[in-house]
């Protein structure tokens, strides 16, 4: 369909108001609160819009009445599958209020998370979602000096400065660590990543070190591994740990995981060299991502409610954003389950005979380290 433009080029409400024979006033009208103009005349405001292929431009009506209609999202990391069900969520959430959204990174960096800001800010958005509790505080005194409301997402704290939905990440690494103690296992491996600006990690860590309290036990710095949310870098830590001298005198029979990138290249790693999960090793990871009911075997997890906390921060964004008087939003805390699949198993007590699979996985290594 051909259609008309003002010379210009872009069609504007001059000429949809021309078109469906009505004044611009009530184009205006329309676009900002259709509700209150007739159904017969939105009906042809709409097929003129369509006709000369106008498109409203949110941020000159933005000039009046502050609102954009887009909200910012800042997420440490879109590398991977972490927080893909949450953008999805939230971004579903936010069209159906006729909203959009912008996305930024910031690779776990304080100083790169400011500057993310400075721009969104010039963008001039209505709020922002933000991921965790530790934020630089050149950033939030930017968003609190021009009133721009802030949601943090992910995790849940009762004492959070600020409005906040998530999980409980320290009860979701209880969950697993808690799962492998009450099978037996005692000889548990740890692997975490750095906790800088990771709240979550943090969180989780505390989680975990808490559950192994309660059994009279604690982690010891061998058992404690850093590795970063990456599969490729998950295997090849969890492949220097299968084949170092330690591992060839004392195994350990569990290994819990920051998350289940972590857990995924663990498996891909036992796999890679012979041990049979969960007969010779137990592994759990944290979050219930994509492909971890597929894998084989299908990974015991904690499933955090990803999509439900997308779609619960954009809600109170929207709402604390349209709040013509102060709005103090009620933060929001999501249950996370157990997901109890086939890589873990119960281990037999100290002094039961080791299993053939068992033996021979340990001697296959021993002999690779000499």
Not at 134 to 151: N, Q, T
Not at 152 to 177: F, Q
Not at 247 to 262: E, K, L, Y
Not at 320 to 349: G, I, Y
């Amino acid at each position: 369909m051909q259609r008309h433009r003002s010379r210009k080029g872009t069609p504007g409400i001059v000429e949809v108001a021309a078109r469906a024979g009505v004044s611009p006033a009530t184009v205006s009208r329309f676009y900002n609160d259709p509700e209150i103009v007739r159904v017969e005349t939105r009906q042809r405001i709409m097929e003129a819009a369509a006709h000369l292929g106008y498109i409203r431009d949110r941020l000159a009506g933005g000039l009046h009445n502050r609102a954009s209609g887009t909200m910012g999202l800042v997420v440490p990391t879109i590398s991977n599958t972490i927080f893909s069900q949450l953008i999805e969520a939230f971004s579903s959430r936010l069209q159906l209020h006729d909203r959009t959204m912008l996305i930024a990174s910031n690779n776990y960096n304080e100083a790169l998370e400011v500057s993310i800001i400075q721009s969104l800010l010039e963008r001039r958005i209505d709020g922002v979602a933000l991921i965790g509790h530790e934020h630089a505080p050149e950033a939030l005194d930017m968003l609190s000096v021009r009133d721009v409301p802030v949601v943090t997402l992910w995790s849940y704290r009762e004492a959070s400065a600020l409005p906040c939905v998530g999980a409980d990440h320290a009860a979701a690494a209880n969950k697993v660590t808690t799962h492998l103690l009450e099978q037996g296992h005692r000889d548990i491996t740890f692997i975490f990543p750095d906790l800088t600006l990771n709240d979550r990690a943090s969180d989780r860590l505390r989680g975990a070190r808490a559950a192994m309290s309660r059994y009279g036990l604690s982690i010891p710095d061998n058992r404690l591994i850093r590795c970063p949310y990456d599969v490729t870098r998950a295997k090849a830590v969890a492949e220097s740990l299968f084949l170092s001298p330690s591992f060839s005198t004392r195994v350990p029979t569990a290994v819990v995981c920051g998350n289940d990138v972590i857990a995924h290249g663990v498996m891909y790693a036992a796999h890679r060299h012979k041990l049979r999960i969960p007969d010779d090793i137990s592994v759990v990871g944290i979050g219930d991502f994509p492909g971890s009911a597929d894998i084989e075997p299908g990974l015991t997890t904690v499933r955090l409610p990803a999509r439900r906390i997308g779609e619960a921060a954009a809600d109170m964004l929207i709402a604390m954003s349209q709040a013509d008087t102060e709005h103090v939003p009620v933060s929001l805390c999501l249950e996370t389950a157990l997901v109890n699949r086939q890589s873990t198993r119960a281990h037999s007590m100290p002094g039961a005979p080791k299993s053939a699979n068992t033996a021979s996985a340990e001697s296959a290594l021993l002999k690779s380290t000499t």
